[in-house]
Nanobody, 122 residues
């Protein structure tokens, strides 16, 4: 499985960005597509996830109401629409896939994309 994340950039506080994660390979074997982020000097943290079966979505409390995760099955791509961005959202954002028992725990994911930088200026 290969994951390619894109869409990061520099945006002012209050602005929006949409991240994409294109998956290829044996993606049918994996049930969850997740987004994590890591800011300098901090641990990687869960942001959002999309369950392949049934379309269940999961969000960190810090992004609820501002971020939306979605999937385009035809393109095998998962999106993270980020709105009302804050400086504290600045981080490298990673997409991942796997069969985590707990969707918020990074070590439960088997495959990771290379990350895309999101910088929110105040």
């Amino acid at each position: 499985v290969q994951l390619q994340a894109s869409g990061g950039g520099l945006v002012q506080a209050g602005g929006s960005l949409r991240l994409s994660c294109a998956a290829s390979g044996r993606t049918f074997s994996y049930s969850i597509m997740g987004w994590f982020r890591q800011a300098p000097g901090k641990e990687r943290e869960f942001v959002a996830a999309f369950g392949q079966s049934g379309g269940m979505t999961y969000y960190a409390e810090s992004v609820k109401g501002r971020f939306t995760v979605s999937r385009d099955n035809a393109k095998n791509t998962v999106y993270l629409q980020m709105s009302s961005l804050k400086p504290e959202d600045t981080a490298i954002y990673y997409c991942a896939t796997g069969r985590p028992i707990v969707v918020t725990i990074a070590r439960g994911y088997d495959y990771w994309g290379q990350g895309t930088q999101v910088t929110v200026s105040s």
